[in-house]
């Protein structure tokens, strides 16, 4: 057994409700993690330092949670700058983009795969993230489908296989067969590696019959369920999503009050990506609305070559103040909690007794810095449980 004593803490946020208000603030204060858990939080004047074995002193930084990242899509080849270029100038985003990703990924080894995978491992670590879904969905056969949740299972347990991304070429004619393929070979080569089934059930991917065939399918192999939805415009994707007691529906940009409704009376998470929103100039979605209503808000990266290419939870933490109409510290909620319900997961995005210990020390002296100072890089320490 291994026990470390943080100390110095100016501002630890535990979501711990023996601590102040909805954050669990605990001010000049200390963490007990031992063997990766963490034991006790308090005030650094009753921290127990006769059970550390060690001491670390961090001189009034602010301590967080690690960031949840509960949608990333990021085994992939090639380079989409010259679409974003000309989004910019006025063309607007539509699904078809992805299939020029799955050309390049399809044509990639997995070297090269692997190591661009773990540069964004990197990314997400420098940047406080410490837990993250990865999305396959870029390969679109049966045999890429599989190489990449395989890849992906080596730097998460929270894969997700996503073949029904959109309906690759060779199926343009015939979309019904290539969810013939999906639901068959492929979930039996994909269902090994992942734990979650997604389908991006939007106009140009997969409609409401499909996404229900597809997401059943995988159900019935154990696989957790997901959904893409209301990104491009309203749909039915968002009731698809409460039907099957979806963990998360992703995007929700365009909402209608029943599905807000729906939403606040499920377990389903709203997970919204205000990253693609800034990169394609779509209406942001109002998380003010949902949280209201008593909705559970998650946001995340949605990292990925096409829509939201940025691996930082800080610059959407941000986003979500500016432009969703949260409050810094709901964002931050946004960000770890809501991120780990989207994973239907208890032992991270906070730091209460038994958590893992998981966190983010910012070189700052509170949590708003996250969105006071948008684009600092303002973590200056990672610390994830082994």
Same mark, same amino acid.
């Given at each position: ?12 946020? %535990? ?5 102040? $208000?909805?954050? @669990?603030?605990?001010?000049? $204060? ?10 006790? %939080? ?8 006769? #059970? ?16 949840? #990242?509960?949608?990333?899509?990021? !085994? ?46 990197? /990314? ?5 993230? %410490? %837990? ?14 599989? &190489? ?14 996503? *073949? ?11 979309? #019904? ?15 090994? =590696?992942?734990?979650?089934? #997604? ?9 409401? /019959?499909?996404?229900? &065939?597809?997401?059943?399918? @995988?159900?019935?192999?154990?696989? *957790?369920? &997901?959904? =893409?939805?209301?990104?491009? $415009? ?14 998360? !529906? ?11 409704? &729906? ?42 070559? $096409?829509?939201?290419?940025?691996? +930082? ?11 969703? *109409? ?12 809501? *991120? ?39 973590? +200056? ?6």
């Amino acid at each position: 057994m291994t026990a470390t004593l943080f100390t110095g803490i100016g501002e630890l946020v %535990t979501f711990d409700p023996a601590h102040e $208000g909805d954050l @669990g603030l605990v001010t000049d $204060g200390a963490l007990l993690e031992v063997d990766g858990r963490v034991a006790w %939080t308090g005030p650094a004047s009753a921290a127990p330092r006769e #059970d550390a074995d060690a001491v670390e002193e961090l001189d009034g930084a602010a301590v967080v949670p690690g960031f949840v #990242d509960a949608h990333t899509h990021l !085994v992939f080849a090639g380079d989409r700058s010259a679409e974003f270029e000309a989004r910019m100038a006025g063309r607007p985003y539509t699904a078809g983009g992805i299939r020029s990703t799955v050309a390049a990924t399809r044509e990639a080894s997995d070297a090269a795969l692997r190591g661009r995978l773990g540069g964004f491992v990197a /990314e997400l670590h420098a940047q406080g993230t %410490t %837990t993250f879904e990865v999305k396959s969905g870029y390969g679109l056969t049966v045999a890429d489908e599989e &190489r990449l949740l395989r890849l992906a299972r080596e730097v998460t347990d929270e894969t997700t296989f996503l *073949g029904a991304h959109v309906v690759p070429p060779e199926f343009a004619d015939d979309p #019904d067969a290539y969810v013939d393929l999906v639901v068959g070979p492929m979930l039996d080569a994909c269902a090994p =590696h992942a734990t979650w089934i #997604d389908v991006f059930c939007e106009t140009g991917a997969f409609t409401v /019959e499909q996404s229900r &065939r597809i997401l059943t399918a @995988g159900a019935s192999r154990g696989l *957790g369920v &997901r959904v =893409h939805a209301s990104q491009l $415009g309203p749909g039915a994707g968002v009731q698809l999503a409460v039907e099957l007691d979806a963990a998360s !529906v992703d995007h929700c940009t365009y909402l209608t009050d029943d599905d807000v409704e &729906r939403l606040a009376a499920s377990a389903t998470v709203a997970t919204l990506l205000p990253g693609v929103e800034f990169s394609t100039r779509h209406p942001y979605p109002s998380a003010r609305r949902l949280r209201d209503a008593g909705a559970t808000v998650a946001i995340a990266s949605d990292c990925n070559p $096409g829509s939201s290419f940025t691996s +930082s939870m800080p610059f959407c933490i941000a986003l979500a103040v500016r432009e969703l *109409g949260l409050t810094p510290a709901e964002a931050l909620e946004a960000a770890t909690l809501g *991120g780990a319900a989207a994973l239907r997961r208890d032992d991270v995005g906070h730091l209460r007794p038994g958590a893992r210990a998981d966190f983010a020390v910012l070189a700052a002296p509170s949590h708003v810095h996250l969105a006071y100072r948008p684009g600092v890089p303002l973590v +200056s320490r990672t610390v994830r449980a082994s």
